[in-house]
């Protein structure tokens, strides 16, 4: 019966659909912020967090390697498709403990063009909404805690608070579906 027993565990876990997951992760936080998870937005690490600002939502992923695209650090904005958008300066201001100075990181566009007076400009994805994708090119990696502050940006000539983010790797343990 002992020898039987581990294989019944295994079988049990298998037909289950679930199966034991540990990792490190780049957890943020600020006032007001949602927390998703690397997986499904629902399971494993809380690597992305997100908050909205006068209407305008912002989502957040330091960690590359739990990036859901092209495994690059970012962040993405969706706003209404009358909402006019504009980010004059596109650099972001990166403190990281152990570091003497502010890190500077070029903010680059996956989905947005300039248009003719600076405003963003982006397809629409859903019915209503535009969604624009940016790249911190050039981050450092984050393997102490530190801030992270964002340029301005304005919807409808109007600057939207943005909270300072604050960073620090930490670990997760948990326990995944085998699919979504």
């Given at each position: 019966?002992?020898?039987?027993?581990?294989?019944?565990l295994v079988?049990?876990?298998?037909?289950?659909?679930?199966?034991?997951?540990?990792?490190?992760?780049?957890?943020?936080?600020?006032?007001?912020?949602?927390?998703?998870?690397?997986?499904?937005?629902?399971?494993?690490?809380?690597?992305?967090?997100?908050?909205?600002?006068?209407?305008?939502?912002?989502?957040?992923?330091?960690?590359?390697?739990?990036?859901?695209?092209?495994?690059?650090?970012?962040?993405?904005?969706?706003?209404?498709?009358?909402?006019?958008?504009?980010?004059?300066?596109?650099?972001?201001?990166?403190?990281?403990?152990?570091?003497?100075?502010?890190?500077?990181?070029?903010?680059?566009?996956?989905?947005?063009?300039?248009?003719?007076?600076?405003?963003?400009?982006?397809?629409?994805?859903?019915?209503?909404?535009?969604?624009?994708?940016?790249?911190?090119?050039?981050?450092?990696?984050?393997?102490?805690?530190?801030?992270?502050?964002?340029?301005?940006?304005?919807a409808d000539?109007?600057?939207?608070?943005?909270?300072?983010?604050?960073?620090?790797?930490?670990g997760f343990?948990?326990?995944?579906?085998?699919?979504?």
């Open positions: 019966m002992k020898q039987s027993l581990p294989a019944i079988a049990t876990a298998s037909l289950s659909g679930c199966f034991p997951y540990a990792t490190t992760y780049v957890h943020l936080d600020a006032e007001n912020i949602e927390r998703k998870h690397e997986i499904c937005r629902q399971y494993g690490a809380p690597a992305m967090a997100s908050f909205e600002s006068n209407g305008v939502r912002f989502e957040f992923n330091l960690d590359p390697s739990k990036a859901n695209y092209d495994k690059v650090a970012g962040f993405t904005i969706v706003a209404a498709q009358n909402v006019v958008l504009s980010m004059p300066d596109d650099r972001v201001r990166v403190t990281i403990e152990g570091f003497a100075e502010a890190v500077i990181v070029p903010i680059v566009s996956k989905s947005a063009k300039r248009g003719p007076n600076g405003q963003l400009v982006t397809e629409i994805t859903r019915p209503g909404n535009q969604r624009y994708r940016f790249d911190f090119v050039g981050l450092p990696p984050l393997s102490s805690r530190g801030t992270l502050e964002m340029p301005a940006i304005y000539a109007i600057a939207l608070p943005l909270p300072k983010l604050t960073f620090e790797r930490r343990v948990g326990i995944l579906p085998l699919n979504c």
